[in-house]
């Protein structure tokens, strides 16, 4: 079992930055894939970011390309993403997910097996 708590997430300016964290229990966190999706007022969950379990590979949609960055520490059992030039359309519950397959399929969020509760990023105009 592996359980996810995300937390850095606020009320921000557009243009301004956060950096979400998301801290992992459970002993088999170092092996896992991580991956960032959100969820905005009325749409679908997408796909933020994807990381593989030693963070020597990173994916990005496009949205966020050259603005967030994910990254992980094993050491402590956490996952992180910078998010930085913030948009108003950035505005979304944050969830940090695991997966226990590795990187293949990160974009689908059926894939991952473990969730957070999210937490809430606001980016205003």
């Known amino acids: 079992q592996v359980q996810l708590v995300e937390s850095g997430g606020g009320l921000v300016q557009s243009g301004g930055s956060l950096r979400l964290s998301c801290a992992a229990s459970g002993r088999t966190f170092s092996s896992n894939a991580m991956g960032w999706f959100r969820q905005a007022p009325g749409k679908e969950r997408e796909f933020v970011a994807h990381?593989?379990?030693?963070?020597?590979?990173?994916y990005y949609a496009d949205s966020v390309k050259g603005r967030f960055t994910i990254s992980r520490d094993n050491a402590k059992n956490t996952v992180y993403l910078q998010m930085n030039s913030l948009k108003p359309e950035d505005t979304a519950v944050y969830y940090c997910?695991?997966?226990?397959?590795?990187?293949?399929?990160?974009?689908?969020?059926?894939?991952?097996?473990?969730w957070g509760q999210g937490t809430q990023v606001t980016v205003s105009s």
């Open positions: 997910a695991a997966k226990l397959g590795g990187s293949v399929g990160y974009r689908n969020l059926r894939l991952y097996d473990y």
């Open positions: 990381i593989s379990w030693n963070g020597g590979t990173t």
